[in-house]
């Protein structure tokens, strides 16, 4: 078990002014048996906070709707949490996540890589799987989009740590295996990062191909699903012909 001190703090300025601003913010880690917080701060700056919900993955998602014209706009989360290692008993997993989302969607690279892999599930073969991701792709910043699919990133060779975890993904999803797409943080990295997880004798696993590892208490889990798509920080649209510009702050620490 470790105690985290985190951090996760966007701000968006606009070119000129924004109004019936709608948002859906998937700011917040989860909470659940493996991760508990001790203490947790809420912010979003102009409006009011409207009362959390959940999707059809169990995210927190707050819904805001802001009228009043603005430039810039604060929102995120802070506090302290403690996260289980990993194996802990969970409940049995949503039944889609046995299949592919939008971009997880298998084509014929996929298909091909998946015929020399094992159908069963076990720890090692999933750590298996990991690191056979990790040396099909090159680490390269810029290479793809947060629209990119698991089957674009293959065939191209290389991505971030987005593709590796879709593309972890979707090939435990064609051998059967209950998979999901992870966001959150990780100690000592200022950015989101993604990773994957298995069913496995009723417990989630981890694995972070993009590091080659199992993932450990260190790793923050703010949302989970079927690909990226399920999982975005940020959704929504404004009134007014502004441009935008984004600025994070995201930190994780061990206390």
Known sequence: MKRLRFAFITTMEYSAPVYAHQLALRCLPLADN?????????????GMLPAPQKDGFGNTVYWCSI????????YGSRGVIRVEEPGLAA????????????RTVPGPVL??????????????????????????????????????????????????????AQVFVALA????WHA?????????????????????????????????????AGYLRFATGRD???CPVEQGCFIGPAEQKQSVFMRVKEI
């Not at 001790?38 to 102009?46: C, G, M, R, S, W």
């Not at 999803?173 to 059967?176: F, H, K």
């Open 228 to 230: 990226s798509a399920d």
């Open 67 to 74: 009228n009043t014209p603005h430039t810039v706009l604060h």
């Open 34 to 46: 493996s991760q508990h917080f001790e203490n947790l701060t809420v912010k979003i700056k102009p």
């Open 173 to 176: 999803r064609l051998a059967g």
């Open 91 to 102: 409940p049995g997993p949503n039944p889609c996540l046995r299949f592919a989302g939008l």
């Open 111 to 164: 298909s091909n890589i998946f015929r020399a892999m094992p159908r069963k599930l076990t720890l090692d073969a999933a750590a298996a799987l990991s690191s056979a991701v990790h040396s099909l792709l090159k680490y390269a910043p810029g290479a793809t989009s947060t629209c990119t699919a698991a089957e674009e990133a293959l065939a191209k060779g290389e991505g971030v740590c987005q593709d590796y």
């Open 180 to 216: 999901r797409y992870v966001m959150g943080l990780t100690i000592g990295e200022g950015t989101t990062h993604a990773w994957a997880e298995v069913y496995y004798n009723g417990a989630w696993y981890g694995f972070d191909p993009t590091r080659n590892c199992r993932t450990d």
